[in-house]
């Protein structure tokens, strides 16, 4: 070690007096400046071991200084020099426990210094809000991952309250992004790490300044399905903003039907793409169990009649029925016939033969797609060994059908037990369906031509038996509305185009989530108690940033999934009309009152 390190390892790690200290200032060339002090180095230089020497001795060194005192300057200038010199050596690096300890102190010192520690975060923060604050610019907001991504979904960053965990791997899809709901939802979604693409008809400079830059921007149109294809690649969710600009029946079933209907084939065509790619089965498509195309599609049905009283009372009230299953000249498969006997029905019944691998637990329910004069049936579905019938339980859930076509759907949570101690409904041991009729609880329905119908005659056109996927979150949301502050002369065909949409997206076997939101406000969000409601019974108006922030925390809850709902400001409901809940919109952290307002609300069937 050489002089300058002898002279600065006592400074630092040594337990001198520091009365027996004194400073040096040593000024360095311009050429080599030290590292942290601008040129500048300020050194202890400890004095001799040799103070304690007695005091004979300091006398006579004091002679000798005062006899030698030009020598003795010279003598220190030359010390002063040679110093000077071992600093400058000193700045090279040298492989010593010293100078690694020191550097070790100094890094540990600079780490925990408050002072730094407020410019680093300081200047994160500076940075952020440049970046946050540059999204209401919309002509000049860019994202690139490295950059604001990174500053919005850093762990533990400034803004991680409003990053959603997973959202950096889920792309949504946002169909009309230029809409009163459609651009607060796309810098919501933004906001939240989501990668965003939206859907317009034309990319002109207009539509194109309206939106961040860093939205991919997909030209096509709802009512053209070849135009979709592109739009749905690479997306996980999709938000339906889209509405009709004029009332004509053409431009509402477009937009509100048709585009509905494309969008969802569209993007189940795409998800059976990558399935087959990974040559397995997408999770969102419907298992087939039956379809009726051909004559040879009704092998293996069966068609049974039956009392639930004993033979002496049905020889009293028999009446008579009768019951058949055909394919006719029409391309229809027609269950039809009638029960006059009391207490009678008459049922069709098959043992189900599912695809190798496939089983009914990895399904949410049934939906039929049925058409007839608009009974009510009951699905019986039966569990057990099947070579030992004995041993069966039985379950039944009832549905009704309308005049003509229509799909219904049948959660497996709604077949209950007939015996009232069997177990719940397990889908996995599921081996026979049956469909029964009976006279009993039918209800009256006007016929085509006005008169009514014979409540124990039926008829049952199917089209198709399949099982519904199950799942957790919503793949598709869709904006509707329930009609309130639509003028009364077009209020009609606005909502039949509506609904149709709905029910398309219903049977589309996407987990789905439809908010029909009271009259749009343009009103700041997060201001007033919001109501959740079913049965079309709203009258209130509700902001359109809250109908996105609904639509945001849709995506992944769990709750919202397959259920339609209304929503709109407080109000107070008229007596016998009480509304199933109301959820006060807190600014709270966790800010989640979506899931217990939904909570209490039915599942649609």
Partial sequence: ????????????FGNNNPCNRRWMDISLPHSSPPPGNGGRLFVTRATSPSSSAPETDKKKKGQRNRKNKNKEQDEEKQEDENMQVSIQQQQQPVSSSSTSSVSAIKSTL??????????????????????????????????????????????????????????QNTTVLVVGATSRVGRIVVRKLMLRGYTVKALVRKADQEVVDMLPTSVDIVTGDVGESSTLRTAVEGCNKIIYCATARSSITGDLNRVDYLGVYNLTKAFQDYNNKLAQLRAGKSSKSKLLIAKF????????????????????????????????????????????????????????SKKLSLPLGSTLDRYEGL?????????????????????????????????????????????????????PDDPPLDPFLVHTLTIRFEPRRQKPIEGPTGMKQDLRSFQLILEYVKALPTGQETDFILISCTGSGIEPSRREQVLKAKKAGEDSLRRSGLGYTIIRPGPLVEEPGGQRALIFDQGNRISQGISCADVADICVKAL??????????????????????????????????????LTPALSVLEKNT
């Fill in 1 to 12: 070690m050489n002089t300058a390190s002898a002279a600065l390892t006592p400074s630092i």
């Fill in 367 to 419: 939906v039929f797609s049925v058409g007839g004069n608009g009974r009510s049936y009951v699905v019986i579905l039966e569990t057990g060994p099947s070579a030992d019938t004995s041993q069966s339980k039985m379950y039944f859930a009832r549905i009704s059908t309308k005049v003509g076509f229509c799909r219904v759907r049948v959660p497996f949570s709604s077949f209950r037990p007939v015996k």
């Fill in 293 to 348: 195309k051909s004559a040879d599609s009704l092998n293996g049905w069966e068609v049974r009649q039956g009392t639930y009283f004993q033979d002496a009372v049905v020889a009293k009230y028999d009446g008579g029925m009768d019951s058949k299953f055909e394919f006719t000249e029409n391309g229809d498969a027609v269950f039809s016939g009638y029960v006059f006997t009391r207490g009678g029905y008459v049922e069709l």
């Fill in 556 to 593: 992944h809850d769990s709750t919202a999934r397959n259920k339609s709902f209304d929503v709109c400001y407080e109000y107070v409901a008229e007596p016998g009309k009480e509304l199933y809940e109301l959820v006060a919109h807190l600014p709270d952290k966790a800010n989640n009152y």
């Fill in 110 to 167: 600079d780490e925990v210094n408050p002072v730094g520690l407020g410019r680093r975060s300081r200047q994160i923060f500076d940075e952020v809000w440049r970046k946050f604050s540059g999204l209401g610019q919309i002509s000049r907001t860019t994202r690139t991952d490295d950059d604001e991504t990174g500053l919005l979904m850093r762990e533990g960053g400034p803004m991680c309250e409003f990053a959603i965990p997973g959202a």
